[in-house]
């Protein structure tokens, strides 16, 4: 059984920074290919960015290429997600997700 849990959301002004981490156990981490998603209230579930197992390649929605970043420490079976120069559109909770298995999620709000 695959579990993974979210951490770091919060709530920061326009153009700020948070850092999410994903912490997975019970599967060979360094070879899942993990995801982040997002849903917005009302809105659908969208995926955001892509890290791969081996290659560590990364892959973004074009509305935060530029400004997130992915990355994962495979020694501590994590996932992170830097978001700089955040703004309100990216309100949201946000979810890891590695084949059907999903977090819990973690709340962003971007406000003023």
């Known amino acids: 059984q695959v579990q993974l849990v979210e951490s770091g959301g919060g709530l920061v002004q326009p153009g700020g920074s948070l850092r999410l981490a994903c912490e997975v156990s019970g599967s060979t981490f360094a070879r899942l290919t993990m995801n982040w998603y997002r849903q917005a209230p009302g809105k659908e579930r969208e995926w955001v960015a892509t890290i791969t197992g081996t290659n560590r390649d990364t892959l973004y929605k074009d509305s935060v290429k530029g400004r997130f970043t992915a990355s994962r420490d495979d020694g501590k079976n994590t996932v992170y997600l830097q978001m700089d120069s955040l703004q309100p559109a990216d309100t949201a909770l946000y979810y890891c997700?590695?084949?059907?298995?999903w977090g819990q999620g973690t709340q962003v709000s971007v406000s003023s």
């Open positions: 997700n590695a084949f059907q298995y």
